[in-house]
């Protein structure tokens, strides 16, 4: 049974397991050397209640996670984050994406963000689907701005404003 909830120092293994193989085999973040565990502890410290850190978990097992980030340290911009998600590569496909998105925009709006945005990598179909499909709309694109696997590849910028009172 799919559980979705607040991820703890105990899931950071499998986070990383599941971050680093997006890193070595796909191109869904610019990052190109895998992570320490010591640098995920660094990252995991950085997320609270207003920028989450939730797990997908399948009986025991987790197979994908979602983050808000501070999107810059700069303080004008403490009401927004950078929204990710990943899925382990067997259980894409099956609505899991769906889920952890909603629920970190759900908790995103709990956290009193007013926007989030997601970079979703040129040729990331299904996470553009995903990202539109949830309410984000696309508000532009940095063209080939990162290099890897030996090809330029171009970034869209994916936003959602929540709905204020």
Same mark, same amino acid.
């Given at each position: 049974?799919?559980?979705?909830?607040?991820?703890?120092?105990?899931d950071?293994?499998?986070?990383?397991?599941?971050y680093?193989?997006?890193?070595?085999n796909?191109?869904?973040t610019f990052d190109?050397?895998p992570?320490?565990?010591?640098?995920q502890?660094?990252?995991?410290?950085?997320h609270?209640p207003k920028?989450p850190l939730?797990?997908a978990?399948?009986?025991?097992?987790?197979?994908?996670?979602a983050s808000?980030?501070?999107?810059?340290?700069?303080c004008?911009?403490s009401?927004?984050?950078?929204? %990710?998600l990943?899925?382990? /590569?067997?259980?894409?496909? @099956?609505?899991? =994406? +769906?889920?952890l998105?909603?629920?970190?925009?759900a908790?995103g709006?709990?956290g009193?963000?007013?926007?989030?945005?997601f970079r979703?990598t040129?040729?990331?179909?299904?996470?553009?689907?995903?990202?539109? %499909?949830?309410g984000?709309? /696309?508000?532009?694109v940095? @063209?080939e701005? =990162? +290099?890897k696997?030996?090809?330029?590849?171009?970034?869209?910028l994916?936003?959602k404003?929540?709905?204020?009172?």
């Amino acid at each position: 049974m799919l559980t979705i909830r607040q991820a703890t120092p105990d899931d950071l293994g499998a986070i990383t397991e599941i971050y680093n193989d997006a890193i070595l085999n796909t191109v869904a973040t610019f990052d190109t050397q895998p992570k320490t565990p010591e640098e995920q502890e660094a990252w995991f410290a950085g997320h609270g209640p207003k920028y989450p850190l939730l797990v997908a978990e399948d009986d025991g097992l987790i197979i994908g996670w979602a983050s808000l980030s501070m999107w810059s340290d700069r303080c004008a911009y403490s009401d927004t984050a950078e929204g %990710s998600l990943y899925v382990s /590569q067997e259980y894409r496909g @099956k609505g899991i =994406g +769906r889920k952890l998105i909603e629920a970190i925009m759900a908790a995103g709006q709990k956290g009193g963000l007013h926007t989030v945005i997601f970079r979703i990598t040129e040729g990331n179909e299904a996470s553009l689907h995903l990202a539109e %499909s949830v309410g984000f709309e /696309q508000i532009g694109v940095m @063209k080939e701005v =990162g +290099r890897k696997f030996d090809r330029l590849l171009d970034v869209y910028l994916m936003q959602k404003i929540y709905n204020t009172p």
